[in-house]
């Protein structure tokens, strides 16, 4: 089985920041991209975030400057830190991986069951 489970969201204030993780646990033989999606009431879910197994990064237009994606391979693990977060930036947030596993050898994309984060005063 492989799991990707997210972590760190909540009510922040505008201006505030939130960092999340998403840890990936299972038969996992290599990651290779992973990215941070959302997904908010009543939109189509959209990439935040992409990162690369060897660190390269892309950002949508609307969080470029304020979000950094980043990730430690040895833990499996990625986050995205959010600073100035504006109230816009509420959603679902969704980790998402595309790796190669064993038991059964293939490879497959994966989704966390995302975590909230909503930005008000």
């Known amino acids: 089985q492989v799991q990707l489970v997210e972590s760190g969201g909540g009510l922040v204030q505008p201006g505030g920041s939130l960092r999340l993780s998403c840890a990936a646990s299972?038969?996992?033989?290599?990651?290779?991209?992973m990215g941070w999606y959302r997904q908010a009431p009543g939109k189509q879910r959209e990439l935040v975030a992409g990162i690369t197994n060897d660190g390269t990064t892309n950002y949508a237009d609307s969080v470029k400057g304020r979000f950094t994606i980043s990730r430690d391979n040895a833990k499996k693990t990625m986050y995205l830190q959010m600073n100035s977060l504006k109230p816009e930036d509420t959603a679902v947030y969704l980790c998402n991986a595309d790796l190669y596993r064993y038991g059964p050898w293939r490879s497959s994309e994966y989704w966390g069951q995302g975590t909230q984060v909503t930005v008000s005063s």
């Open positions: 299972g038969s996992i033989f290599r990651i290779n991209d």
